[in-house]
């Protein structure tokens, strides 16, 4: 069989893949030019059948169905045209279209969806809070790597308040306390626009610390726990600062809520980081990459997690930590309640199945 | 020696078929990153433009679109059926897994996420690094979420056949022989006569021509090239009795 034959006998059969492929991802004008640049004119009865068949929803789904039977038929064909053609060590352009038509239907038949709503509900109430007890080694070193330096730090500063310059300048100092006294306009008069911005500004600050604690991670674990002892010491330098300055109750009430899900996001994504870094240290029976990337997708449940919980965090500190005309009572029952709340989901969610 | 210089990426399918995947370098990333960067910048000068009016919370709804486009601008790009930033697609630079097939969610946030380390010590310092020392010019981020960058290379245009009557071969060809002829026969129109000459006379003895050499060698040689693509003109030569598929 010489090249042209080949190409005469099959070229139907591919007309018709490309075709189907096209219709199937409703993708038209890029293939279409491709293969009209290469020389190749689509068949244009199928591209118009596809475009006809289009009356009731009953209907598209019957020809969807038969479209994806008829796709694998005529893709295990192009397969086996593909390798018939490059062992004969036929022309480039017949290769390149067998690889090219082989290549989108590989991507569609074997194309993984995870974005439907019943799995982003298991992902959300059960794979998450899973995959944080698999993870509870690292989220323990984590966890100490990070509240460590707040309370050693922050005691430091409330025993010797001089020593929050070393941690932050002295115009910063004073901001914060400025920021926290009760009088502040900061907090107290605020209009539900700064809320809004405070909102954008948490979000933005927020995840950056987090998604830095994580992918520290990468140069073996070092940088995850130095963001997280460093974050840890800032968080307890300002703490211990405001406390020594008799601030505390403005202090504490502001940040007792939502750090709830901000804290717990933080040491999360440490975690996330330290189970990378381990990977790379100690990858045990594989290869380091390979332990890098299993590593890597086991964690991707948890960054899933850690980004909602920054975004309820934000939403919580803007618009609610900042409301300064609730009692102090209110505040700190529904802090109590947030903990053990988010506490509880881990400890407790999805072990149904276990 | 093809060995050593290819950077092209083997990536087998179940059905037993190699894709062949092509590694972007440095240059293609780089400029795709800026594109979208300028894209980026573009958005939010446009959003600005309207959420200007807005006050206050205009500039929240402002910074939470800086926010948006800062970490998540390229996953949700990514996983659209082109796999591609807008940038990456101006470039026909594509994101697949290492398996060739369509980047996962779960991978895209990781190896877009892991910016954060690629980032380091100084602009994208090392992501260069990694892009320029590894062969399959992966950063970081792709290492760990086993994912490349790919060039998505633009259609073999169909061999342009000059009017030369085919030729049957002198003798039998190899496979190899075969596919070197007609793949002389493909590059003839980009050639200069003189290069195409000299290329010809290489491949002579398919047309019993060995030894020698000009334009009238080159059309036998070619006239070989258009027999074994399958062309058999009325005014040539009976072709001869040898089963071509089994010349090896």
């Not at chain 1, 068949?43 to 118009?48: G, I």
């Not at chain 2, 009238?216 to 258009?226: E, P």
Request: glycine share 8%.
């Amino acid at each position: 069989m010489t090249p042209f034959h080949f190409e005469q006998t099959y070229q139907a059969e591919w007309a018709e893949l490309e075709a189907l492929i096209d219709r199937t991802t409703g993708r038209k004008t890029a293939n279409d030019s491709g293969a009209r640049a290469a020389g190749h004119v689509p068949d244009r009865d199928a591209v118009r059948a596809a475009r006809s068949a289009r009356p009731s929803r009953d209907d598209r789904r019957a020809t969807a169905a038969q479209d994806r039977v008829r796709l694998a038929a005529l893709y295990r064909r192009a397969c086996e045209q593909l390798a018939l053609a490059r062992a004969r060590a036929y022309p480039a352009y017949i290769i390149d279209r067998l690889e090219r038509v082989t290549a989108a239907a590989h991507q569609l038949i074997y194309h993984r969806r995870e974005f439907r709503f019943a799995q982003l509900r298991d992902l959300a109430l059960v794979a998450f809070p899973r995959s944080v007890r698999a993870h509870r080694g690292y989220v323990a070193v984590s966890a100490a790597t990070f509240l460590l330096p707040t309370f050693i730090i922050g005691l430091l500063v409330y025993w010797r308040p001089e020593f929050i310059l070393s941690v932050v300048s002295q115009e910063m100092a004073s901001q914060f306390e400025q920021m926290y006294s009760p009088t502040a306009q900061a907090l107290g008069r605020r209009t539900a626009s700064t809320d809004w911005m405070m909102f954008g500004y948490y979000i933005r600050n927020n995840v950056g610390v987090s998604f830095q604690c994580f992918a520290g991670g990468l140069f073996a674990g070092i940088g995850s726990l130095f963001f997280l002892a460093w974050n840890g010491a800032f968080g307890g330098a300002i703490a211990g600062y405001l406390t020594e300055r008799g601030l505390s109750s403005t202090f504490y009430s502001f940040i007792a809520t939502h750090s709830s899900f901000e804290l717990t996001a933080i040491v999360l994504s440490g975690a996330a980081g330290l189970r990378i870094g381990h990977a790379l240290l100690a990858p045990g029976r594989q290869t380091r990459r390979q332990a890098l990337v299993t590593a890597t997708s086991e964690t991707s449940v948890l960054l899933y997690g850690v980004t909602v919980m920054l975004i309820v965090a934000a939403a919580i500190e803007a618009f609610w930590s900042s409301a300064q005309w609730l009692p102090l009572p209110v505040k700190y029952s529904v802090a109590a309640l947030c903990w053990a709340c988010v506490i509880g989901f881990f400890v407790v969610q999805g072990r149904r199945d276990d | 020696m093809s060995d050593v210089l290819d950077t092209a990426v083997a990536a087998e399918t179940p059905e037993g078929i190699v894709l062949e995947l092509r590694p972007a370098g440095l240059s293609a990333r780089l400029y795709a990153f800026l594109f979208d960067g300028v894209v980026r910048l573009f958005i939010l000068y446009a959003a600005a433009l309207g959420l200007g009016f807005l006050g206050g919370i205009g500039a929240a709804l402002l910074l939470i679109l800086a926010f948006a486009l800062e970490w998540f601008y390229p996953v949700a790009f990514e996983l659209t059926s082109s796999g591609a930033t807008p940038g990456k697609r101006v470039f026909r630079l594509k994101v697949v897994m290492d398996s060739g097939l369509p980047v996962t969610p779960a991978a895209s946030v990781a190896r877009n996420l892991l910016r954060v380390a690629d980032f380091l010590p100084l602009f994208y310092g090392f992501a260069i690094v990694s892009v320029l020392t590894r062969r399959d010019g992966k950063r970081l981020g792709d290492l760990a979420a086993a994912t490349l960058v790919v060039h998505e290379p633009p259609a073999v245009p169909r061999i342009a056949l000059t009017n030369v009557p085919p030729i049957a071969p002198a003798r039998p060809l190899s496979p190899e022989d075969q596919a070197a002829v007609m793949a002389l026969a493909a590059r003839a129109p980009r050639l200069t006569p003189e290069r195409l000459d000299e290329l010809a006379a290489l491949a002579a003895s398919v047309s019993g021509d060995a030894g020698r050499a000009g334009p009238q060698v080159t059309r036998r040689v070619l006239g070989v090239a258009h027999w074994l693509l399958g062309q058999r003109g009325t005014d040539s030569r009976p072709a001869k009795p040898h089963r071509l598929e089994r010349a090896s």
